[in-house]
């Protein structure tokens, strides 16, 4: 046993061997703040989810790049963002409608590939968005999102172009006035912030005819056409990175374009405008050196602001997340753990069990982490959306096959664990596809007290109850197998029966746990509602479950039956109820999901009939003994 | 005879079978909520003693419920729990019964509500959300209003209404539980009074959300011997008040939602709502109010997840009304004797299952047993 904590020791530090420097005073580009969907988090955070939304991948695969770099050179380069084939398009319905080529393996699309096709669909856009939301067709979804991502896209590229140096003068006295050199290049912002200086030659070149202009005055005209141009990008205002300011009372960050409407700009927004300037002409010259000063000079500038202070530690924290891919890592332990445990049945049978174990123990270490860490960046109990079930889920059932692998020594537990670790990290990815996993939360669900409490035990209780039910299954299979060893099949019975009354114990408390919070925040304790109806049904399959065992309506067969049953009770009281959209719990919305549900229930219900029989049959000449 | 009773009901294979009836119950009750909506499923399936299935009639939550509990009780006098051994199970059984007392307690004897208050108006009243009742208020006296209530249990069909304070009969000729106006194309019968003269009113089928029924309900109004004998109809919700006028007495009438008068009143003073920043989902919601008694106010803050209770009522943030100018509280109001069973039977049951556990995990978790 101990060799198997070893393995999971020496498997960590290979990992962590390379996410060292977490804690690296300077900023990073990845930690610049931005406020999206009511939280700051990390631009890499941001252009993770963005790549994700337009490209459908959280870095930008066929060029390469990182989410991030792909962002940064998008505001460096808007113009040649327009011609990178960036949009997936997944479907040819949509490829047809826009007049576009439909090529089978590779199917991405430029902005300027795509814009001209929205233009002329415009009226049937116009037409989708009259629509009720739940009376659109597939076609006219894809259609409405591929429109706002191109509109989003063309925002995200401009939204720092008021900060690239493209313009210059050449007549000193006038480059003196707006504190360049001549023939410097500067920005928008810098100009327009010194723009009183030119009021003098602008009435000039207003008065007077185009062919009495001086050279000077001619130089200015174009200067002022080419800003006027440049302001068009004014919309572009998606970047919410400056922090408000002081007699703010919104909390509302506000985009370097909104800054430069003619409102007072205060000295830490002005420094924190001047510093990404800076870092976006070192990052153009590829000047690393600069580029480090520059967002050094930026953070001094996030410091300054007032207001709630921006916290660099969890922004780095986020950033780490993002890179380490806890829950992909851990998944690819437990595969491990489980292609071993299949192996060490075969050949050397110690050894590789104990690898095994130690795998499944770092995958569940890397799990454990990921989930603290998002407790850490929220500032919030472990679990809130639907999403964070699913993680959660799969938490307490390795857990718990970490212990009963610890007790019972025979590969049982790793079994168990490797295999619904795996296939709930699985489910997880599914949830985490659709975008940011860490959202804020409505009103009544934001209560921390109760998140940790109710929530917790609730989901507990699922982890334990599927724990419980897969006990149940594998009670059956070793009947069929190993129908004589009744000594091995009266432990896992045993087993089975201790972890349902763990499940129920916190099956049972959570529900109550769920009224008590029901009677703080809506006034009634009990509403028959179908979350909670879903939940008082695990409850009661389960004392159905030992009061059957109590009286003698079920045998060991039975019990182990009727706990492969309860799966499907746990499955439908968790995702099922949200398909039914009414009562105040449906807060986790999932359209696709009906499928596989089904898919389950049909699962779970041959599985388990059909090794029940097959038990019985082969045990009908042996005398149960318990 | 009598042990055999006892037998019979206390054997664990009735719970077991008291179980499956309520999980049916649970699965048809949740699934029919898509078709007839929360109020009338839990209605018919679970507050409900006795329901009918076609023709045939089966029991309702409250039957199981109130069988489990005689189960439970009746367990009790079984010889062999009482030892030390199963001292866990005997605890979880023990706060068993007292959550289903409680329940008891409450399906009988709660009352809920809502109170809508303006910014910087004031309300002594609680509206039921569901029960109705007809107001008959006399306003011909100076100074004060005489208010003559019945209440919606009264609105059967033939039903008779009579009350000392008011010189005439009412007889219920038709209840609605949801209805609508339409305007009377044919001429008038001669005894409609009020607005049924230009209307007529229609029962229409219940709608899922029992918030958007507007019940109605048409009644004769005789012995006044007056003019105003004839036939009314009032409907939940009219905007034009209904009037009566006998000699010299002037009254209104009006169809509403049960008011329930508090012996204090609760005043407005602000309502607030808080998004998280730059998006359109909200962070929380609060009413600052005042409440007042024997005229002396005391500022209370009522959040979501933070009620203010106060002389056996509960009041919540439930909702709020944004207005153009104004913004409205939506309170709900809760006055529940068994309040406090949950919480005392939830901690009982847990140490007692965590008893039990204890006591039996350890041998059940091993790989083999010695």
């Known amino acids: 046993m101990k060799k198997s904590f070893t393995f999971a020791l020496a498997f960590l530090s290979i990992i962590f061997f390379d996410y060292k420097g977490l804690n690296a005073k300077d900023l990073s580009e990845k930690n610049i703040p931005i406020q999206e969907q009511g939280r700051i988090k990390p631009l890499d955070t941001y252009a993770r989810n963005q790549a994700l939304a337009f490209y459908g991948k959280r870095k930008i695969k066929h060029e390469e790049i990182s989410a991030i770099d792909w962002m940064i050179d998008l505001f460096i380069h808007p113009e040649k963002g327009l011609e990178q084939k960036i949009f997936n398009i997944r479907s040819p319905d949509i490829v047809n409608a826009l007049d576009l080529e439909w090529t089978n393996n590779f199917h991405k699309y430029s902005y300027s590939e795509i814009f001209p096709g929205i233009q002329n669909q415009l009226p ?15 076609f006219e979804n894809q259609l409405v999102e591929l429109y706002q991502n191109i509109m989003k896209y063309r925002q995200i590229a401009s939204s720092l172009s008021c900060l690239l140096p493209m313009f210059t003068v050449y007549d000193p006295e006038t480059a003196e006035k707006l504190h360049i050199e001549p023939g410097q290049f500067t920005s928008y912002a810098h100009i327009m912030s010194h723009r009183g200086s030119l009021f003098n030659v602008s009435q000039n070149i207003l008065t007077k005819s185009e062919e009495s202009w001086t050279e000077n005055e001619r130089e200015v005209a174009l200067l002022l056409y080419n800003l006027q141009q440049t302001s068009l990008d004014e919309f572009a205002q998606a970047l919410k990175i400056i922090p408000p300011a002081k007699d703010d009372t919104t909390g509302l960050w506000i985009s370097p374009w909104e800054l430069l409407d003619g409102r007072e700009i205060e000295p830490h927004q002005d420094r924190i405008m001047k510093s990404m300037e800076a870092y976006l002409v070192a990052r153009y010259d590829n000047n690393s050196g600069a580029m480090s000063d520059a967002l050094k000079s930026y953070r001094t500038g996030l410091l300054s602001s007032p207001g709630d202070r921006v916290k660099f530690s969890i922004l780095e924290k986020e950033t780490w997340l993002n890179k380490a891919n806890l829950f992909t890592l851990s998944l690819v332990f437990y595969l491990f753990g489980f ?29 454990t982490y990921g989930i603290y860490l998002r407790m850490v960046i929220m500032s919030r109990p472990p679990i809130s959306t639907l999403y964070e079930t699913v993680i959660f889920v799969g938490f307490v059932i390795v857990l718990l096959s970490v212990v009963i692998e610890y007790l019972r020594k025979d590969g049982l537990g790793v079994f168990i664990g490797s295999v619904s670790g795996s296939m709930l990290h699985y489910v997880g990815f599914g949830y985490a596809a659709d975008g940011d996993t860490l959202e804020m939360l409505v009103a009544v669900l934001n209560s921390n007290f109760w998140l940790a409490t109710h929530v917790t035990t609730i989901i507990l209780g699922y982890g334990t109850s599927l724990m419980a039910g897969l006990i149940g299954h594998l009670y059956l299979i070793e009947k069929i197998r190993v129908p004589n060893n009744s000594k091995r099949l009266k432990s896992i019975y045993d087993n089975m029966f201790g972890v349902t009354l763990i499940a129920l114990f916190f099956t049972l408390f959570g529900t109550i746990l769920g009224g008590i919070w029901a009677d703080q925040s809506w006034g009634r304790f009990w509403g028959w509602d179908p979350k909670e109806n879903g939940a008082l049904l695990i409850v009661l399959w389960q004392l159905m479950m030992v009061h059957m065992r109590l009286s003698g309506l079920a045998k060991a067969d039975r019990f182990a039956l009727g706990m492969v049953l309860n799966n499907i ?55 149960a003994s318990f | 005879m009598k042990r055999e009773i006892i037998k019979i009901l206390s054997s664990p294979k009735l719970f077991v079978y008291c179980l499956v009836w309520l999980m049916v119950l649970v699965v048809v009750g949740t699934v029919s909520q898509r078709d007839i909506g929360l109020f009338a499923s839990q209605q018919r399936y679970f507050s409900s003693y006795i329901f009918l299935f076609g023709p045939i009639p089966l029991p309702g939550g409250r039957i199981v419920l109130a069988l489990m509990l005689t189960n439970l009780i009746t367990m009790l006098f079984k010889q062999n729990l009482w030892k030390m051994k199963k001292i866990g199970v005997l605890i979880v059984h023990l706060g068993g019964i007292m959550l289903l007392v409680g329940a008891g307690l409450t399906a009988i004897f709660s009352s809920e509500g809502s109170m809508v208050i303006e910014e910087g108006s004031r309300s002594n009243t609680v509206d039921d959300y569901h029960a109705t009742e007809l107001a008959i208020i006399n306003i011909s006296e100076q100074g004060y209003d005489e208010y003559t209530v019945f209440d919606q249990p009264l609105f059967v069909n033939g039903n008779n209404l009579r009350h000392e304070n008011l010189d005439f009969d009412i007889t219920i000729l038709e209840y609605m539980d949801n209805s609508t106006l339409e305007n009377r194309i044919a001429d008038s019968d001669i005894q409609y009074r009020g607005m049924l003269k230009n209307f007529s009113l229609k029962e229409i089928p219940r709608d899922k959300d029992d918030m958007k029924n507007r019940p109605g309900i048409i009644f004769q109004v005789s012995g006044s011997f007056t ?52 998006t359109q989902v909200a962070k929380s919601y609060s009413s600052r109010i005042n409440l007042i008694e024997n005229n002396v106010p005391r500022s209370v803050l009522i959040e979501m997840n933070k009620p203010l209770r106060h002389k056996g009522y509960t009041f919540y943030q439930a909702s709020f009304i944004e207005g153009l100018d104004n913004e409205a509280t939506v309170l709900a109001a809760v006055h529940n004797y068994g309040r406090l069973f949950p919480y005392i039977s939830s901690i009982i049951m847990s140490i007692g299952l965590l008893l039990h556990i204890l006591t039996n995990l350890p041998s059940l978790l091993k790989k083999n047993k010695k």
């Open chain 1, 124 to 138: 049937l856009i116009s037409n989708i968005f009259d629509k009720k939301e739940e009376d659109r067709d597939l």
């Open chain 1, 339 to 367: 292609i071993l445990l299949g192996i060490s049945w075969m050949v050397q049978p110690i050894l590789l069990k104990n690898v095994a174990y130690g795998s499944l123990i770092s995958g569940f270490m890397l799990h």
């Open chain 1, 569 to 623: 009770v746990v499955i439908m009281a968790w995702f099922g109820v949200n398909l039914l959209s009414i009562g105040l719990h449906s807060y986790g919305f999932a359209s696709g999901i009906a499928v596989n549900i089904v898919l389950f229930t049909v699962f779970e219900l041959v599985t388990g009939f059909g090794t029940y029989y097959w038990a019985r049959s082969k045990g009908k000449n042996i005398k």
């Open chain 2, 227 to 278: 003019d105003s004998d004839g036939i009314y109809g009032l409907i939940f919700g009219q905007s034009i008040p209904a009037k009566l006028n006998i000699d010299e007495k002037r009254y209104i009438m009006s169809l509403q939602k049960k008011k329930t008068y508090l012996p204090f009143a609760i005043e407005l003073l602000d309502f607030k709502k808080v998004m998280h920043p730059g």
